[in-house]
């Protein structure tokens, strides 16, 4: 009897506790970089723009109406995005992070026309997600803080995140049913233009204040920004060294209630973990971009990815990407598709620090299972985007230290030790051209700064 009671007792906690576990989805999706002049009788060297015929030689390719490679996004492209949005699990989907870079990055309009475009895209976002919150954040291509971009977004944030918004482009969304609270950061203030101004003095004060208040509530965080710490060859240093550090430094120490971390900006699909005295303590993922990308080593497709996670706890248990074959889609109709599903892909028991960083442990190139593993990051990276360029094991490492020296020093010790691996092996393994980009930028960049 004693027995059966006990099984009786441990059946209804488990049952309670099941119940009590809810899983939901959210949408990552950024850079959409919409070019309200993009047409499809444009012309790659005017950026996808109609031609001045008096000035054209007629001699351009044709372009598609979802877009091009050399070139920002089409509102077709971003409609069909939209669209395919509306059709996955729209009845769990809790929000929406939308991390900036709303415009085309070559978009020479008048700030009027600038904000028309904005209203565009979240006219569009209102439409699709018409139900639910959508959590925007500012970009470097995109307008600085204002009361109109305050009153654009206001029916998606509370007013208390509105009054730090107008003024810093930053706020905090507490989610009244759960202990996850969403922080969002205005990461145009760690740049060096604006780390040492009063505005991003204010954030740091405030991001300490918010995190502090989480610690006391046993809140669980997600931060939420356009571009995140560390380096990449795309994009050497988005942050000041002093702002890149003092971020980490504020992650190390609220590691605990960090849930996770959301970042677009680099056009691609790549994830980074951050550590405590050699300990991997917390991580960082980045998006692939909806507007597709070209770089001289690894362009990418057109990407969306929606998350599932527990609702109570904040703690992501998976993600889906999609992506939308864009060469394919110019020659038919735009069909979006699961490029594939993170554990499942990786192999991965679950998402934390720890499993991120044995993972990035095999992508350094070694066994013929290293490098299976390594190919399909890179797959994933380039977002399914076929490429002629071979990337070797010093490419591979530069990939490694991007994901896992997130320090700027640490970042530049990691890729001089591949540089001079290679001198050492007395050019047995010549430099590939994507490392040889990524040592020549490097180093340019480097000689600008000490300048």
């Avoid at 994830?271 to 303590?281: A, E, K, L, S, T």
């Avoid at 999609?322 to 892909?345: C, G, H, I, K, S």
Wanted: aromatic share 12%; glycine share 4%; net charge neutral.
């Amino acid at each position: 009897m004693k027995t059966s009671n006990l099984v009786l007792t441990l059946i209804c906690v488990i049952s309670l506790t099941c119940t009590h576990a809810k899983t939901g989805y959210f949408w990552h999706i950024t850079d959409f970089h919409y070019d309200p002049l993009y047409t499809s009788q444009g012309d790659t060297r005017r950026h996808c723009r109609r031609a001045d015929e008096r000035g054209s030689s007629g001699h351009h390719r044709a372009l598609g109406r979802f877009g091009d490679y050399s070139c920002d996004s089409s509102l077709e492209l971003i409609e069909s995005a939209a669209r395919y949005m509306r059709t996955r699990h729209s009845e769990n989907v809790e929000f929406v992070l939308w991390t900036g870079d709303i415009i085309a990055a070559r978009y020479t309009g008048n700030e009027d026309d600038k904000y028309q475009a904005i209203r565009n895209m979240t006219d569009l976002l209102s439409r699709t997600f018409s139900s639910h919150f959508v959590f925007p954040v500012l970009g470097h291509l995109d307008p600085a803080p204002s009361e109109s971009l305050t009153n654009l977004w206001m029916h998606w944030l509370p007013l208390e995140a509105l009054q730090t918004f107008k003024y810093g482009g930053y706020y905090t969304i507490e989610q009244k049913q759960s202990k996850l609270r969403i922080v969002a950061l205005n990461t145009n203030l760690f740049s060096v233009r604006e780390s040492n101004s009063v505005q991003a003095r204010r954030q740091w004060e405030w991001l300490d204040a918010v995190l502090d208040k989480a610690t006391g509530n046993k809140e669980m965080v997600y931060i939420v920004g356009h571009a995140a710490p560390g380096s990449d060859s795309r994009h050497p240093y988005d942050m000041s060294s002093d702002a890149n550090a003092k971020y980490l430094r504020t992650v190390r120490r609220h590691a605990k209630i960090i849930a996770g971390q959301f970042f677009g900006h680099l056009h691609a699909d790549t994830f980074r973990v951050i550590y405590d005295n050699d300990r991997p303590v917390s991580w960082t993922f980045m998006a692939p971009s909806v507007s597709p990308h070209r770089d001289p080593a690894d362009s990418s497709n057109p990407g969306l990815r929606l998350y599932k996670f527990d609702t109570n706890t904040g703690k992501v248990l998976d993600y889906t990407q999609y992506y939308l074959d864009l060469a394919a889609a110019n020659r038919n109709v735009a069909e979006w598709t699961a490029e594939y599903n993170l554990t499942q892909y990786y192999g991965l028991h679950e998402v934390s620090a720890v499993s991120l960083h044995n993972l990035a442990d095999k992508l350094q190139i070694g066994t013929p299972h290293e490098t299976n593993i390594f190919h399909k990051y890179l797959r994933a990276y380039r977002v399914r985007h076929e490429s002629s360029e071979s990337c070797d094991g010093a490419c591979a490492h530069q990939h490694f230290c991007a994901i896992t020296c997130l320090e700027h020093v640490a970042y530049r010790q990691c890729v001089e030790a591949a540089a001079s691996a290679l001198a050492a092996a007395g050019d047995s393994a010549p430099l590939t051209m994507p490392l040889l980009n990524t040592v020549v930028i490097f180093f340019a960049f480097v000689i600008i700064m000490m300048n």
